[in-house]
C-alpha cells in the first residue's frame, strides 16, 4: 500500500488559516487522497477528499500538487473546535476503501 | 437521522473471558468494517462484511472473529481476551456514494 507521511504536530492561532501537509511520493493512478480528523475521545470524521483536482467543501479545502506526490489540507479560519489529529489516507475504489490510518498530525488551536 | 452506534462505550473484562462488542448501523448500507486504534498504530481493520453472511479477515484479525446474520448488526467477539487487545474499537461504514467512512463513537475495552 501506498503511504502517506505527515508532520507530528502543528499549531495554529484562532481565526488564522492552517495548512497541513502530505507527502505521498508512491501514490498510484487510482489511490484517491482522502483526509479525516479525530476530535478527542471521538470516532474519525471524514474531511475531504479528491483524486487530481482541488477540491473545497465546507469544512477545508484540498490542494494537490500536479504530480499528485503531495497534498495540502487547508483549514481557512482555525477555530478550537478544529483542534484534533488530522490522518492523510490514500484508498482506493477496487478497495472498498478500507482505510490505513498513520499517525497523523496533531493540531492545536491557540485561543 | 440514519447513524452508526456501538456498544458498550467502555468496557472491563478479564483475559480468557469472551467478549462481544456491538455495531449497529441505520444507513442500510452493505459494508461494515471494525477497526482497532492503539497508540503509535493509528487504526488498524480488523474484519469486514460486504453484506448479510459475508465476513472477511483484515490485517489483524488474530483473535477477533465477526458474523453478519442481518444488514444493520456487525458484532465483533473476541474469543478469549487476551491483554494485547486492550484498546479503543471502532465501527465503520462506507459509503460508497459519497466515497466516504461514516465511524461509530467507539469502544474502550480493557482485559485485565
Known amino acids: 500500500d501506498a503511504k502517506t507521511t505527515q508532520p507530528n504536530s502543528m499549531e495554529s492561532n484562532e481565526e488564522e488559516p492552517v495548512h497541513l501537509p502530505c507527502n505521498h511520493s508512491?501514490?498510484?493512478?487510482?489511490?484517491?487522497i482522502h483526509w479525516y480528523r479525530q476530535l478527542p475521545s471521538q470516532g474519525p470524521e471524514y474531511v475531504i477528499h479528491?483524486?487530481?483536482s482541488n477540491v473545497n467543501n465546507r469544512m477545508a479545502s484540498l490542494a494537490i500538487a500536479e504530480d499528485r506526490k503531495s497534498s495540502t489540507l487547508i483549514l481557512h479560519r482555525a477555530t478550537l473546535r478544529d483542534a484534533a489529529v488530522y490522518y492523510c489516507?490514500?484508498?482506493?475504489?477496487?478497495?472498498?476503501?478500507?482505510?490505513?490510518f498513520g499517525a497523523g498530525t496533531t493540531v492545536t488551536v491557540r485561543a | 437521522d440514519a447513524e452508526i452506534t456501538q456498544s458498550p462505550r467502555h468496557k472491563i473484562t478479564e483475559t480468557g473471558r469472551q467478549v462481544t462488542l456491538a455495531c449497529h448501523q441505520t444507513?442500510?448500507?452493505?459494508?461494515m468494517f471494525w477497526y482497532r486504534q492503539d497508540l503509535g498504530h493509528g487504526l488498524r481493520l480488523i474484519h469486514y462484511?460486504?453484506?448479510?453472511?459475508?465476513?472477511n479477515k483484515g490485517e489483524v484479525s488474530d483473535g477477533y472473529s465477526v458474523s453478519r446474520s442481518n444488514t444493520e448488526d456487525l458484532p465483533l467477539t473476541l474469543e478469549s481476551a487476551a491483554s494485547s487487545q486492550t484498546s479503543v474499537y471502532f465501527c465503520?461504514?462506507?459509503?460508497?456514494?459519497?466515497?466516504?467512512?461514516?465511524f461509530g463513537p467507539g469502544t474502550r475495552l480493557l482485559v485485565l
Open positions: 489516507i490514500l484508498s482506493q475504489r477496487s478497495n472498498d476503501y478500507k482505510l490505513s
Open positions: 508512491t501514490i498510484s493512478g487510482t489511490d484517491y
Open positions: 479528491g483524486l487530481t
Open positions: 444507513w442500510n448500507h452493505n459494508n
Open positions: 462484511s460486504y453484506g448479510v453472511h459475508d465476513t
Open positions: 465503520a461504514n462506507p459509503d460508497r456514494v459519497q466515497e466516504t467512512q461514516y
